[in-house]
């Protein structure tokens, strides 16, 4: 592979985003870039310095405290938050909640606008989250647009939190998602909508080999053979 190429996947929460941009990182030999999690990390910091995440001029007083890495280790990413490890934190239905609020801050988005271009420009990138292929990556070779239905996100969902431990119901986690598929649609600031080029995928009948499979062909529709 002579050239960088870049893989934009967008889509709702609990649609499967991540798992699909894994997937494909590890069998196109590509760097994952799960946006979603600096989001979150973002809000973390909002929770840990109790501040409003609403409140974009007090957090954005903090931007120049704020250190976010993304490191591989032991074949999983894991997400720094000032040297400490938070890769589990970020995933609770709170901290949810407030990377859909920090999301929608034009400052927040502008913050780390230039930290995801950055890693794109140097490597072939599978990047996912809400408006990559919209506003990060508009450039993308290929864009895809998830969907599913909500019940099913939200039972992906729910078995993912009682996996990791977390106590939750499953009538909490469709309300959370809920309330996020309309903060996310509705924000001013880049909302969650599919790029006019994007691909759309919807892959509520399909498990995670049948969706990587299916994705890869768009890939390969889109791209050729020259991966």
């Not at 002579?2 to 590509?30: C, H, N, Q, W």
């Not at 903090?62 to 890769?87: M, P, R, T």
């Not at 999301?103 to 996912?128: E, G, W, Y």
């Not at 509520?204 to 990587?212: G, N, P, V, W």
Request: proline share 3%.
């Amino acid at each position: 592979m002579s050239r960088i190429y870049k893989i934009a996947i967008d889509g709702p929460s609990g649609v499967g985003k991540s798992t699909l941009a894994k997937g494909l990182a590890k069998e196109l030999g590509f760097v994952y870039v799960d946006t979603g999690a600096i989001y979150r990390t973002v809000g973390l910091y909002a929770q840990y310095n109790e501040i409003d995440p609403h409140d974009e001029e007090g957090l954005s007083a903090h931007f120049g405290k704020i250190d976010i890495e993304l490191k591989w280790e032991d074949g999983a990413q894991h997400v720094y938050l000032c040297g400490k490890d938070v890769s589990e934190e970020i995933r609770t239905p709170k901290s949810s909640m407030y990377a859909s609020a920090v999301s929608a801050l034009p400052k927040v988005r502008a913050f780390l606008l230039d930290m995801q271009r950055s890693i794109a420009s140097k490597t072939s990138v599978i990047m996912d989250g809400r408006d990559i292929g919209t506003v990060i990556l508009p450039d993308a070779d290929v864009k895809i647009f998830m969907s599913a239905d909500e019940v099913s996100r939200a039972k992906r969902r729910y078995k993912e939190l009682c996996e990791k431990g977390q106590t939750v119901s499953f009538d909490e986690v469709l309300s959370d998602m809920k309330q996020r598929d309309f903060n996310d649609s509705t924000r001013s600031a880049a909302p969650l909508k599919p790029a006019e080029d994007a691909v759309m995928f919807d892959n509520t009948e399909l498990d995670i080999a049948q969706t990587i499979e299916a994705a890869k062909k768009i890939i390969t529709e889109k791209i050729g053979n020259e991966l």
